[in-house]
């Protein structure tokens, strides 16, 4: 399966955002979809993660109730919608999937990774 994200760019603090995330290819295979980011100079981390039929989603602690994710299975995509964003958000956001029942928090479990999209958050 190919993932194409979108949707980053510039934005000021407390503004809102949504990424999307296309898949292509196979994507009769059900696959939970998450979404990670990388800010300059740190690791890689996980922000959320959905399951195939939308029925488990987690957060991490840091976006829990700012940001949610979703997915259209029907349109092959999956979304980040990104509220009270703040200069600690600012990183290159990839959408990722692995053909797992349930999301995995880890970043080592995904298989398949989109290009990334940029988001800047200025202060």
């Known amino acids: 399966v190919q993932l194409q994200a979108s949707g980053g760019g510039l934005v000021q603090t407390g503004g809102s955002l949504r990424l999307s995330c296309a898949a292509s290819?196979?994507?009769?295979?059900?696959?939970?979809v998450a979404w990670l980011r990388q800010a300059p100079g740190k690791e890689r981390e996980f922000v959320a993660g959905i399951s195939w039929g939308g029925g488990v989603i987690v957060y991490a602690d840091s976006v829990k109730g700012r940001f949610t994710i979703s997915r259209a299975n029907a349109k092959n995509t999956v979304y980040l919608q990104m509220n009270s964003l703040s200069p600690e958000d600012t990183a290159v956001y990839y959408c990722?999937?692995?053909?797992?029942?349930?999301?995995?928090?880890?970043?080592?479990?995904?298989?398949?990774w989109g290009q990334g999209t940029l988001i800047t958050v200025s202060s």
């Open positions: 290819g196979r994507t009769d295979s059900r696959y939970t």
């Open positions: 990722a999937a692995e053909s797992k029942v349930l999301p995995s928090r880890s970043t080592y479990d995904y298989v398949y």
